[in-house]
């Protein structure tokens, strides 16, 4: 069973950073497609970013491209968040995602698509 555990969420300012993990386990990496989504108060989970496990191809939304970077470690065991220039709109919790197999295009932003979920974490963005 794939066990995800996200980690480095907080309270930060505006124009600020924060750099979000998510422990994989459970399973091979191998073949895995892994997500990042966030869900703000009132809303509907969205999605974030994507990155198949070799990290050869990787995916944003409009609303973070060229502002947040999704990578993996060496081991591919972790994923990571790199969000800079923080917006306070980037309030919501964060969660890790999964699934084995590759996708392609639109469906790499569907919750739907992904298996596996962690628990979240809290990303607070002050004004």
């Known amino acids: 069973q794939v066990q995800l555990v996200e980690s480095g969420g907080g309270l930060v300012q505006a124009g600020g950073s924060l750099r979000l993990s998510c422990a994989f386990s459970?399973?091979?990496?191998?073949?895995?497609?892994m997500g990042w989504f966030r869900q703000a108060p009132g809303k509907e989970r969205e999605f974030v970013a994507a990155i198949n496990y070799s990290g050869g191809r990787t995916y944003y939304s409009d609303s973070v491209k060229g502002r947040f970077t999704i990578s993996t470690d060496n081991a591919k065991t972790t994923v990571y968040l790199q969000m800079n220039n923080l917006k306070p709109e980037d309030t919501a919790v964060y969660s890790c995602?999964?699934?084995?197999?590759?996708?392609?295009?639109?469906?790499?932003?569907?919750?739907?698509?992904?298996?596996?979920w962690g628990q979240g974490t809290q990303v607070t963005v002050s004004a």
């Open positions: 995602a999964a699934r084995w197999g590759r996708i392609w295009g639109d469906a790499v932003t569907r919750k739907s698509e992904y298996n596996y």
């Open positions: 459970g399973r091979t990496f191998t073949g895995y497609m």
